[in-house]
């Protein structure tokens, strides 16, 4: 049984005429100790799609489906039980340290909250086991930084308190949303290494929501292709690298920089913008902006495995 299994995920924003689809039949698995990626272009719903699984959308937003974590679904739970469920059994980190985390609040406080009830006791103990994650994320001085503010520290320092939260409650799943994007490459490449060491040490799965493919090689096991709200590839992250068989996945791939392509290559481009939640029809999405696409893209494409109609033709 898998750690994680998300299967037709739906969520859709209300509005004055009709309800804004967000995502549409999302269907996605995460095995223990795992790391999945799910990649697309801003807009494409990863963000939604993390946020829908967390339960952290707001209220009045329309969300079916289910959302097993060890079995059972999240979704179905009750408000208590789904926020004890974000904590033991999953975290995340979020996109922008500096506007995740409170301002106002030392750094200490913003982890004890975190901490199970029962290692909240007492201050003393409460107190330690956040230096012991500080220091265990690579902050120096851990002691020192219980009484600072976000805004002391550094972005990459941020980013190591946020994961430091997350683990307070030892969860089995973490998802990181963008979790190296507002970084530097050096700092970048510091907590790429801090994410597998937490995952070599304490078995975590993780949920990797991210545009950077570079990263994804170097993290992912597997890797889902977003595209307006949907879904279109999932493989492994050699077979997506070697093969992408949707034609967004392939634009995606053939934008990557190669080394020695020379300056004279050119990058692959995907024309157009991705479609709006109101632009959205029963089609293909991504066909106004596909080379590929023909009369047939106009009906809807498949449902499972690779979303074109013309997959088969790809393998």
């Not at 005429?17 to 494409?44: F, H, I, K, N, Y």
């Not at 190296?180 to 304490?202: C, G, H, K, N, P």
């Amino acid at each position: 049984m898998p750690l994680l299994e998300v299967s037709g995920l739906r969520v859709a924003f209300p509005s004055p005429t009709r309800p804004l689809v967000a995502l549409e039949g999302l269907d996605l698995t995460v095995e223990a100790g795992e790391t999945v990626a799910l990649v697309g272009e801003s807009g494409s719903g990863k963000s939604v799609a993390s946020l829908a699984i967390m339960g952290l959308l707001p209220a009045g937003t329309m969300v079916t489906g289910q959302v097993r974590l060890n079995g059972a679904d999240v979704l179905a739970q009750p408000a208590r039980e789904r926020r004890a469920r974000r904590g033991g059994g999953i975290a995340m980190v979020f996109q922008e340290p500096m506007t995740s985390l409170n301002p106002v609040l030392p750094i200490g406080r913003q982890i004890i909250e975190a901490l199970p009830d029962d290692e909240r006791r007492s201050r003393t103990a409460a107190s330690a086991r956040a230096v012991e994650l500080l220091a265990s994320v690579g902050l120096t001085a851990p002691e020192r930084r219980l009484s600072e503010y976000p805004h002391q520290i550094s972005g990459g320092m941020r980013q190591r308190v946020m994961i430091a939260i997350a683990l307070a409650s030892r969860p089995a799943l973490i998802i990181a949303d963008e979790p190296t994007t507002a970084l530097d490459v050096t700092v970048q490449a510091q907590i790429v290494a801090l994410l597998r060491q937490i995952q070599d040490e304490s078995g975590t799965a993780l949920l990797l929501v991210s545009h950077d493919l570079a990263l994804v090689w170097q993290m992912a096991r597997r890797v889902a292709v977003m595209y307006a709200g949907r879904i279109v590839e999932q493989a492994s992250v050699e077979a997506l690298f070697a093969r992408p068989r949707h034609p967004y996945s392939a634009g995606l791939v053939g934008a990557i920089p190669r080394l020695g392509g020379g300056r004279a290559e050119r990058l692959v481009e995907i024309p157009g913008l991705a479609p709006g939640l109101a632009e959205r029809g029963p089609g293909c999405a991504f066909a106004p902006r596909c080379r590929q696409a023909a009369a047939i893209c106009a009906s809807p494409p498949p449902a499972h495995g690779i979303a074109c109609h013309f997959a088969e033709a790809a393998r």
